[in-house]
């Protein structure tokens, strides 16, 4: 079931972000859903999950969208792999936890996009990226993590009721 769950929430994640997003953009730049997700499943999953989920909607994604295959499909193996590994010490209660760490996330992984593109001589400069995309990219995820924390939460954490008897 917990398949079925991943595989819609992705399904949905790429129509959105290949249809009603680019009508969204802000400053021509659109949220990142993709990322949020594996952020998301990550943190209520495991390190295993987390980075062979990272690692195929990573996949996908390079080959439907992008100009080389494999960038994506490694930074996303990296993000779910590590937020797996410290899910445990993350506060998975609220949503301000997912709203700091889809912020640093992004931050982090524009950084790592930078540096591989840079070296396949894309012409634009760190402050240039960090000023025009990174941080309008990083408020505009950090706020869908919020609404999409419920979601996510919902579907992975199942409430449990304790009884205790009054002696």
């Not at 195929?56 to 490694?74: E, K, P, T, W």
């Not at 590590?82 to 912020?103: E, R």
């Amino acid at each position: 079931m917990k398949i079925f769950n991943i595989v819609a929430l992705f399904i949905a994640s790429f129509i959105l972000q290949s249809t009603i997003y680019q009508y969204i953009a802000i400053f021509d730049i659109m949220p990142n859903t993709n990322l949020i997700l594996i952020i998301l499943i990550a943190l209520f999953t495991n390190k295993k999950v987390g980075g062979i989920v990272g690692l195929i909607i990573g996949m996908i994604q390079d080959i439907l969208f992008g100009n080389v295959i494999g960038i994506h499909g490694l930074i996303y193996f990296f993000v779910g792999y590590l937020i797996g590994m410290a899910n445990s010490a993350i506060s998975k209660d609220n949503s301000i936890a997912s709203f700091l760490l889809t912020f640093i996330t992004t931050i982090c992984t524009n950084i790592l996009f930078f540096f591989i593109y840079y070296f396949s001589s894309a012409n634009i400069t760190f402050i240039q990226m960090l000023k025009e995309i990174t941080i309008v990219e990083a408020i505009y995820n950090s706020i869908l993590a919020i609404f999409l924390f419920r979601i996510v939460k919902g579907l992975f954490v199942s409430p449990s009721l304790k009884f205790s008897r009054k002696d």
